[in-house]
């Protein structure tokens, strides 16, 4: 699969094929990662166009949490279930899998009164914030957000890196 083969069509097989081609595009989306040179805003390209429902995946009950086989059966994503797929996608790729991922539970300083929460995903220095598909770096998620709680993927889905 090249990276064109996703921009001819503006809703990937990913999120809006049936299930045997949701998970044929989820393992050629792993393989360009891992042959990509920018493999940050190719994810990005991608998990920007996930419809977004409303599940009961739950940051602070791991046993709401689906796999990433589940999250491509069931096709259903709040933010919460982007931050576990793009999680998932990164710790199955070679370029990825012994990185530290973590997700953080934040809210935006400029809301400080009405603290709506957003999740964001980190690994390499990248932070990726999974309601608008922006990449930050370290300084940029500083100064937008306040942390909450984090949650070490590999430590609480108990891989190894």
Known sequence: MSYYTYNQSHKPKLFYGDYEERLSDWHEL????NTSS?????????FQQCPRTKTKSDIYKIDTWLDGWQLIERNEYDLF???????????????????????????????????????????????IDTHSMMKLNKLEFDNRYVLHYTTDIHKTINIKN
Do not use: A, G, M, W
């Open 30 to 33: 792993r393989q360009h990662i």
């Open 38 to 46: 920018d493999p940050i805003d190719f994810i990005l390209e991608i």
């Open 81 to 127: 279930d982007i931050c576990l797929l793009l999680c998932y996608t990164l710790i199955l790729t070679d370029n990825f899998k012994k990185e530290s991922i973590k997700i953080h539970s934040v809210y935006k300083k400029e809301f400080d009164n009405n603290q709506k929460f957003n999740y964001v995903v980190e690994f390499r220095k990248h932070f």
